[in-house]
């Protein structure tokens, strides 16, 4: 039997609440098949009966946990690759040269899902700067899902997923088997810190970072919390470093202290400074 009406609504402002994801009525179907088996964790029948345990209780980690199941995490190595080529062809190579006396690069992969964008851009940094060696070179990632977190953390992946953009020589460099998957070594986890960060609440000062990737997920929430998010993410950017949004994904109809610029084959957006 499907849900009730008012359960639907319900689940929806859980979901809104917690991660600031949108379900839409033609996503409805998913609420049923994302969240049995949250029930069957809980020793719950059916999704029926998790709404009411979770009426029941006050706002709480099954809350949580609802709303991170309901989370998209569709992602791939070397992802819509334009951004990739041009960090390597303009926009590392300036902030090379901008931060030489420094030798600190920091960049945040924000909405990391199981980890292949920052894996990625690990990558590109070892095969195509080598003067790099030296430097604090920091990638941060983070995700609101705990799974998705650990996923990153253990940098391991199945054959398909890593059929799924890694080209093969670069899978060899990088990986090594672990049973039937791959694991990134360990040289290249150690670049990776991953961490649980939700978006859509206040996150604590973290330092300014060079480069922030937030690549598909603003889709997932409404304008009021894009405007937040894209805010915070404005003080979270050195006045001279780059975002990355998706490749559908604009600011056109957003009111933030952002503009758009050409970079390669690629738009990115750069801070607006007071
Ligand atoms: C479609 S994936 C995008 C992954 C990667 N950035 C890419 O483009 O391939 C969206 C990710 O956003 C995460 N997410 C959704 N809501 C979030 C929130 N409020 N805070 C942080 N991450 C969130 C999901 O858990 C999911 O892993």
Known sequence: MPLAAPDVEYLKTVIAERSGNVISSNQDYL???RLSPVAKTMGLDNVEKLVAELRRRP???????VAEAMTINETSFFRDIAPFDAMRTDILPELIRRRASSKSLSIWCGASSSGQEPYTIAMLIREHFN???GWNVRILATDISDEMVKRTQDGLYSQFE???????PMLIRHFERKGTQWQAKPELRRMIDAKKLNLTTPWPAIAQFDIVFLRNVLIYFDTTAKSKILTRIHKSLRPDGYLFLGGGETLITLN?????ESVGKTV???PVTA
């Open 31 to 33: 609420l049923e098949s």
């Open 256 to 260: 933030v202290p952002f503009v758009r």
């Open 162 to 168: 890593v059929n799924r953009g890694l080209p093969a």
């Open 59 to 65: 706002a709480s980690q099954l809350h949580d946990r």
């Open 131 to 133: 003067e790099l060696a």
């Open 268 to 270: 990115c957006f750069r």
